[in-house]
């Protein structure tokens, strides 16, 4: 666990609907005082409700059934991840995956434990690799169809939730949200929800281009691969971000150990220059598309079609030089 990882403060609201919490007597003194004997029989009510209170006091005592505030906390907490690990497990059969998607209140409970960050650390992954499992054929509009749940979660909520996933600290964590990212974007429906925040998504899996871990890289260079094909505004986005292509040669020239995760890199920076309002960026860099072009062999044709781009088309060298000497004809 990181050190500079802390979870927020967490509210107790678990039973607050119901008569009894379990953690604590506010509301002893309601359930007992409810009475549906007849009014004649006045003797026999108070006798009934002192037993019954003395009864109820019992219950929270340090042997009483209700006092959970250590151990009981903990078998339930214990329930909880058992309970998450099932529905990870599910999540991993194709079967399921129909099933899952609708059930809105299924959902709504998973995105919610990602937006507390204040469970058990095993049952947030647990719920992070489930969605990760069912991304592909995720709608996030199912958060406000008409189907039951009593879970106030939103498609904005829970695109917050996977953000904060994103920025945590925990590895294990970022690397689950980049890949959830990278996966949702692929249905045309969840476009309008992730797209708001797509500044913030590419500020961040830049970020993690840089983070000495393999499985971190991997997971950011997957999702840039997906989201860079959304349209024109987000490849001019990651373009103009800093460090983006240079991080991306980076995972190129290294290499990265996964040859896949490269190639994808290489393709991403050819969907860049793809946009003229992207060539200013990608000029400064041809130096070194050069050098990969004449040493890396598999890679060869994606950065020739990419200098092929910059050089022999207008608007490029010629035009900047215009710009600053004036007209040289």
């Known amino acids: 666990m990181p050190r500079d990882h802390t979870k927020p403060p ?10 009894i919490s379990g ?3 506010e509301n002893v003194g309601k359930v007992y005082s409810d009475s549906t004997t007849p009014p004649n029989d006045q003797s026999k009510i108070e006798g009934s409700t002192i037993t019954k209170r003395r009864s109820a006091g019992f219950l929270f005592d340090e ?8 151990e009981g906390r903990t078998e339930r907490q214990q329930c909880a991840v058992a309970a998450s690990n099932i529905i990870r497990n599910f999540s991993f059969m194709p079967e399921n995956e129909t099933i899952m998607v609708q059930h809105r209140h299924c959902l709504g409970t998973i995105f919610q434990c990602l937006e507390d960050q204040n469970a058990d650390d095993e049952l947030i992954t647990n719920m992070l690799e489930a969605l990760v ?6 709608d996030l ?3 406000s169809s008409s189907k039951p749940s009593y879970i106030k979660m939103t498609e904005k909520s829970a695109v917050h939730a996977i953000m904060g996933m994103l920025s945590s600290s925990i590895k294990a964590w970022h690397c689950a949200a980049a890949e959830l990212i990278g996966r949702l974007i692929i249905n045309p429906d969840n476009e309008s929800f992730l797209v708001p925040v797509i500044s913030q998504i590419y500020r961040r899996l830049v970020d993690l281009l840089s983070v000495p871990a393999f499985d971190a890289q991997a997971a950011a260079v997957s999702a840039l691969y997906n989201v860079s094909e959304v349209n024109m505004d987000c490849r001019l986005k990651l373009a103009s971000e800093r460090w983006a292509v240079d991080r991306l040669l980076k995972i ?9 995760v490269c190639r994808k890199a290489a393709v ?3 969907s860049l220059v793809s946009e003229p309002q992207n060539r200013m960026h990608l000029l400064v860099h041809e130096n070194n598309f050069a050098e990969i072009l004449t040493s890396e062999g598999k890679y060869s044709d994606t950065f020739a079609r990419i200098l092929y781009e910059l050089t022999a088309r207008p608007s490029n060298k010629v035009t900047s030089g ?3 000497w004036g007209n040289i004809n």
């Open 322 to 324: 215009q710009a600053i």
């Open 63 to 70: 042997d009483g059934l209700f006092n959970i505030d250590d």
């Open 252 to 260: 190129v020239k290294a290499p990265h150990p996964v040859s896949e």
């Open 23 to 25: 953690f604590g007597l």
């Open 10 to 19: 967490r509210v107790r609201t678990l039973g607050v609907n119901t008569t």
């Open 141 to 143: 509009r199912i958060l």
């Open 268 to 270: 991403i920076l050819e």
């Open 133 to 138: 499992n069912l991304a592909p054929v995720l």
